[in-house]
């Protein structure tokens, strides 16, 4: 993804639950962003469309390239939620939707391999023309439509109504909606529960001040 050295994730299930978390947040701050000013920060997103297409990879801190700092737009707003500071509220919405989201998709084997199948077709496309190619982004936002968005729980995205219907902007949000619940699923893979966003935010402090200090 970039030069910056590999960083070992540390090995606390808690740490690694906090990093997966800040990618579901990273999309949910990615979405706001676009749909608001119709653009993102390049390296929030390129780390989450680069997340969504790599189907296999090589160890955890591949997935989100190697650093924290890939994650950082996402670590913001949970270190903003566990210190109990203004947090933007529709980025805090969209998250917990995807987390939503993300069990409901849980919960349904199906679509659960369709998903499996197509990312790894669309894998192949990332593999020609490169990981955020429109193409690739169209593929991805195409995916969350015919999959996630069938559900009758949907995310309403807010912002400038004549920025959601630029070229290309739909297909964008919608595959950072899908990166959301990628990351959502490794946050329950790695041990993530909603009751602990509650009942373990003093843990997850410590987690984060562990990461940053990486």
């Known amino acids: 993804m970039s030069s910056t050295p590999i960083h070992s994730a ?3 299930p808690m740490a690694r639950q906090t990093l997966a978390l800040a990618g579901v947040f990273q999309a949910a701050a990615v979405v706001d962003e676009m749909a608001r000013t119709g653009q993102a920060d ?3 997103w390129s780390t989450l469309i680069r997340a969504t297409v790599d ?5 955890f801190e591949a997935i989100y390239g190697g650093h924290p700092n890939h994650l950082r737009q996402g670590l913001e707003v949970l270190e903003a939620v566990v210190g109990r500071k203004q947090a933007n509220p529709v980025v805090l919405r969209y998250g917990f939707s995807l987390l939503m989201l993300m069990n409901k998709l849980r919960n349904n084997s199906e679509m ?3 998903l499996g199948s ?12 490169g990981d955020t190619h429109e193409n690739v982004v169209a593929s ?4 969350y439509q015919e999959t996630l968005s069938t559900f009758k729980y949907r995310i309403v995205v807010q912002g400038e109504p004549s920025l959601l219907q630029q070229r290309m902007m739909p297909e964008r949000v919608r595959a950072a ?3 959301g619940v990628r990351f959502g699923l490794l946050w329950h893979q790695q041990g993530g529960r909603r009751w602990k966003l509650v009942f373990q935010r003093s843990a997850m402090k410590r987690a984060l001040d562990q990461i940053n200090r990486q």
Do not use: V
Not at 118 to 129: E, P, S, V
């Open 177 to 179: 909606l899908l990166a």
């Open 10 to 12: 540390p090995d606390s």
């Open 112 to 114: 659960m391999g369709t």
């Open 42 to 44: 390049e390296r929030a």
């Open 55 to 59: 189907t296999d990879p090589e160890s």
């Open 140 to 143: 991805l936002g195409e995916l």
């Open 118 to 129: 197509k990312l790894t077709r669309i894998q192949g496309q990332a593999d020609h023309f």
